[in-house]
């Protein structure tokens, strides 16, 4: 759609959609610098957004157009698209992005993998939870459940395969460790990333505005708490 990279392909996703391609998709990694231009991108367009427009699904790669095919026809947004996406303000919007902490309570029940994990990993349980909560992570997209974080930013050294079996069910606020991502689960579900901790924030609210506490390009750090600091701030939002 431009001459800067990586350009975006845009491709009809439905009659009511256009998909923005940013990379070929081919599983060879993760590419912080693409993931960035996708939310980029998605803040320019809600920044101008058209009665026309209904909803903006940034992925890893890919941003999803949805728009209202009674107010519009797809080669006039994909026009619309165009124009807006011709100059890269991607510093401006990175430089711009929420940092959010989140508070955890590494081990024991509420990190059930944790000793194992860092046993795999050559670690000490302390240092796993050090070298994981002294990362920077973004949220490269929402998705799997309603509110679940994929976040990119995971160092290397602590990247852990799935479990073999998953989980029936994982805990609400569950911070885990899943191929070279880390993430925290919304609510009880089943799942088979790895489980260090558990944090005391609702991440999911379908009550709240919006419902998600986390988005798309935000920035996330970990910090490690004890049982007691968990049960003062579950008490508070009670």
């Avoid at 993998?113 to 302390?126: H, K, N, R, S, V």
């Avoid at 070298?131 to 930013?153: K, N, Q």
């Avoid at 799942?191 to 924030?201: A, E, F, S, V």
């Amino acid at each position: 759609m431009s001459a800067r990279a990586p350009q975006a392909l845009a491709l009809a996703l439905a009659d009511d959609a256009w998909l923005l391609r940013y990379a070929d998709g081919d599983g060879a990694g993760i590419d912080d610098a693409i993931n960035a231009r996708v939310h980029a991108d998605a803040a320019r367009l809600r920044a101008s957004a058209p009665a026309w427009l209904r909803d903006l699904v940034p992925a890893y790669a890919s941003l999803a157009v949805f728009f209202d095919t009674g107010a519009i026809d797809a080669e006039r947004v994909r026009a619309w698209l165009h124009d807006r996406l011709g100059a890269d303000d991607t510093t401006m919007r990175i430089a711009a992005a929420r940092t959010i902490e989140i508070p955890v309570v590494y081990g024991g029940e509420d990190g059930p993998d944790l000793e194992a994990a860092a046993a795999e990993l050559g670690l000490t349980p302390q240092r796993l939870i050090e070298r994981h909560a002294a990362g920077e992570y973004t949220v490269a997209m929402i998705g799997f459940a309603p509110g679940f974080p994929y976040l990119s930013g995971l160092d290397p050294a602590l990247a852990l395969p799935r479990l073999a079996t998953p989980r029936t069910r994982v805990a609400a606020g569950s911070v885990a460790i899943g191929g070279a991502q880390t993430g925290i689960y919304p609510r009880d579900s089943p799942g088979g990333w790895r489980i260090l901790g558990r944090t005391p924030l609702r991440l999911f609210d379908p009550a709240r505005e919006p419902p998600t506490a986390l988005l798309p390009g935000d920035r996330v750090r970990f910090r490690a708490i004890d049982a007691a600091a968990a049960a003062a701030i579950r008490d508070a939002r009670a």
